[in-house]
């Protein structure tokens, strides 16, 4: 059966306008927790709308239609009022993160160097440290609300925002995203969770991801319900804050890389009784979805009432708004196929088609975006006819879609096809102290051959001795090269995905330029 349309009604409609009908009830809207406390910080339809208008108001007097304009911010209610603000003012928002460390500051000035932004619209205590600042600088604390700010007149094929891609595999690029785009990947969003004004969504996924932007920003505005959230920070200090604010909300909708469902999953047993079995849906996309994160996180909260179908294992990304496929109301499915690897479905499209083509996946559907900012040579990713090529290896089994790793990530040894989470699985296995993997491709005067990265606990010889043996037993490999270093270490992306690229070139390419 082919997945339902995106209504035409749906698509009409920028998401100030449905800011614009949300305001007309004096409700919570946005409500960001600190800690420690916790204390909740919200505003209401009304009060967000005025601080949205008085962020208009100000890049008016600044910048011109079609300007880009930065948000670094931290991620509370100033970011959900920068990012609004600028949607209603009919500029093109650029979301990023906070330029706190050497690599967030390093992607903050290649966006600017990208997007070539007008102004920045920042937190007060981050004024001076914007990178390489445009001429305008914000704070938006300061910014007073204003009350008859109309919204600016956009056309639906006008870019809203651009997002920059998570450069797992090349440097980050700015998928433009349509105010069309955006809607029609708040619908497909709702439609497959079953979600109206009465459902929550909350979680810690930062806003200048794709994920927590759309999750946690737009679709909330798009339904006229609510959103509840804290930061990335907060959850790395206790995972279980996550699983809390899930119990605090009867038929929340949630999402998180798969890495946080295993950190939720390992302090599992310093939860107190909470209540899990109004959960609506929890996402795990953005990052491969391991069968063994399934299990455990199954096995951590179900004595909590957490149905397992509420777990809903998602693929999207930058280049598609983010949803592109979903479990539905089945949950999980996970099956074994002819090479013996248990796989986890990330279930099928809502609103778009997907097809196969010489195993890469394919998408199409209104919610994908328009090209890359400023690169006119993107034919390889879009096509002319309409489809985003993924780069990602993929297939199709009873109706659902099955997620084989990344095109450029592929390794061919004697050939034969690896997939690196594959063997990045195999190594976390083969020993407890191994956390956090990266495995990638070389080549020298042998070939084509393998070589792995891996954060251990406690590095020592009996370590790498199992690693090996763990890889050459399961995917009949030597390991040309094997680094093992502190789990900190092995570099991730901004969206948390471990990158193979930066791996391979800090491990690998120091061993290529020093012989």
């Given at each position: 059966?082919?997945?339902?349309?995106?209504?035409?009604?749906?698509?009409?409609?920028?998401?100030?306008g449905?800011?614009?009908?949300?305001?007309?009830?004096d409700?919570?809207?946005?409500?960001c927790?600190?800690?420690?406390?916790?204390a909740?910080?919200t505003?209401?339809?009304?009060?967000?709308?005025?601080?949205?208008?008085g962020?208009?108001?100000?890049?008016?007097?600044?910048?011109?239609?079609?300007?880009?304009?930065?948000i670094?911010?931290?991620?509370?209610?100033?970011?959900?009022v920068?990012f609004?603000?600028?949607?209603?003012?009919?500029?093109?928002?650029?979301?990023?993160?906070?330029?706190?460390?050497?690599?967030?500051?390093?992607r903050i000035?290649?966006?600017?160097?990208?997007?070539?932004?007008?102004?920045?619209?920042?937190?007060?205590?981050?004024?001076?440290?914007?990178?390489?600042?445009?001429?305008?600088?914000?704070?938006?604390?300061?910014?007073?609300?204003?009350?008859?700010?109309?919204?600016?007149?956009?056309?639906?094929?006008?870019?809203?925002?651009l997002?920059?891609?998570?450069?797992?595999?090349?440097?980050?690029?700015?998928?433009?995203?349509?105010?069309?785009?955006?809607v029609?990947?708040?619908?497909?969003?709702?439609?497959?969770?079953?979600?109206?004004?009465?459902?929550?969504?909350?979680?810690?996924?930062?806003?200048?991801?794709?994920?927590?932007?759309?999750?946690?920003?737009?679709?909330?505005?798009?339904?006229g319900?609510?959103?509840?959230?804290?930061?990335?920070?907060?959850?790395?200090?206790d995972?279980?804050?996550?699983?809390?604010?899930?119990?605090?909300?009867?038929?929340?909708?949630?999402?998180?890389?798969?890495?946080?469902?295993?950190?939720?999953?390992?302090?599992?047993?310093?939860?107190?009784?909470?209540?899990?079995?109004?959960?609506?849906?929890?996402?795990n996309?953005?990052?491969?979805?391991?069968?063994?994160?399934?299990?455990?996180?199954?096995?951590?909260?179900?004595?909590?009432?957490?149905?397992?179908?509420?777990?809903?294992?998602?693929?999207?990304l930058a280049?598609?708004?983010?949803?592109?496929?979903?479990?539905?109301?089945?949950g999980?499915?996970?099956?074994?196929?002819?090479?013996?690897?248990p796989?986890v479905?990330?279930?099928?499209?809502?609103?778009?088609?997907?097809?196969?083509?010489?195993?890469?996946?394919?998408v199409s559907?209104?919610?994908?975006?328009?090209?890359?900012?400023?690169?006119?040579?993107?034919?390889?990713?879009?096509?002319?006819?309409?489809?985003?090529?993924?780069?990602?290896?993929?297939f199709v089994?009873?109706?659902?879609?099955?997620?084989?790793g990344?095109?450029?990530?592929?390794?061919?040894?004697?050939?034969?096809?690896?997939y690196?989470?594959?063997?990045e699985?195999?190594?976390?296995?083969?020993?407890?102290?191994?956390?956090?993997v990266?495995?990638?491709?070389?080549?020298?005067?042998?070939?084509?051959?393998?070589?792995?990265?891996?954060?251990?606990t406690?590095?020592?010889?009996?370590?790498?001795?199992?690693?090996?043996?763990?890889?050459?037993?399961?995917?009949?490999?030597?390991?040309?090269?094997?680094?093992?270093?502190?789990?900190?270490?092995?570099?991730?992306?901004?969206?948390?995905?471990v990158?193979?690229?930066?791996?391979?070139?800090?491990?690998?390419?120091?061993?290529?330029?020093?012989?």
């Open positions: 059966m082919p997945p339902a349309a995106v209504p035409d009604e749906v698509l009409t409609t920028p998401l100030t449905y800011l614009l009908r949300n305001a007309a009830e409700r919570p809207a946005f409500t927790r600190t800690f420690p406390g916790p909740d910080h505003l209401t339809w009304p009060r967000l709308l005025a601080r949205v208008r962020v208009a108001r100000e890049l008016r007097r600044f910048t011109r239609p079609g300007d880009r304009v930065a670094v911010a931290r991620q509370d209610l100033d970011y959900v920068a609004l603000g600028t949607l209603y003012a009919g500029r093109v928002a650029v979301p990023l993160s906070v330029p706190i460390g050497r690599t967030s500051r390093a000035e290649s966006a600017f160097a990208d997007a070539t932004p007008t102004a920045c619209l920042t937190s007060k205590n981050l004024v001076e440290k914007v990178p390489s600042p445009p001429a305008v600088v914000l704070a938006v604390e300061d910014i007073e609300p204003a009350d008859a700010e109309p919204p600016a007149a956009v056309a639906m094929t006008d870019p809203a925002y997002q920059y891609t998570s450069g797992s595999t090349r440097r980050p690029a700015g998928a433009v995203i349509s105010h069309r785009a955006l029609a990947s708040c619908w497909q969003t709702t439609r497959c969770y079953h979600a109206d004004a009465s459902t929550p969504l909350a979680g810690w996924v930062p806003f200048f991801h794709d994920m927590g932007l759309v999750l946690l920003i737009a679709t909330p505005v798009f339904l319900s609510r959103s509840v959230f804290f930061t990335p920070m907060e959850f790395v200090r995972p279980l804050r996550w699983i809390r604010l899930l119990a605090e909300h009867p038929g929340v909708i949630s999402a998180a890389p798969n890495f946080a469902f295993d950190l939720a999953s390992e302090a599992a047993g310093d939860l107190e009784a909470v209540d899990l079995s109004r959960v609506n849906s929890v996402l996309g953005s990052e491969p979805v391991r069968a063994a994160t399934v299990e455990a996180f199954e096995r951590a909260f179900a004595p909590f009432g957490l149905p397992r179908a509420a777990q809903k294992p998602a693929y999207g280049e598609a708004t983010v949803f592109v496929t979903s479990a539905g109301d089945e999980p499915t996970v099956r074994t196929f002819d090479d013996g690897e796989r479905s990330v279930g099928r499209p809502y609103g778009q088609r997907i097809r196969i083509v010489d195993e890469e996946i394919w559907g209104p919610n994908v975006a328009d090209g890359y900012w400023g690169r006119p040579d993107d034919a390889d990713t879009f096509t002319e006819d309409g489809w985003l090529r993924t780069g990602d290896l993929g089994h009873d109706g659902l879609l099955y997620v084989a990344r095109l450029k990530d592929l390794i061919i040894v004697d050939g034969r096809n690896h690196p989470q594959d063997i699985a195999t190594v976390e296995a083969a020993h407890p102290s191994v956390r956090r990266a495995a990638f491709a070389v080549r020298d005067g042998r070939g084509e051959g393998v070589a792995v990265v891996a954060g251990c406690a590095p020592d010889e009996s370590v790498e001795t199992a690693v090996r043996r763990a890889v050459s037993a399961g995917h009949d490999l030597p390991l040309r090269a094997l680094w093992l270093v502190r789990p900190g270490e092995v570099p991730r992306t901004s969206s948390g995905k990158s193979r690229a930066a791996a391979r070139e800090r491990w690998w390419g120091e061993n290529e330029r020093h012989g």
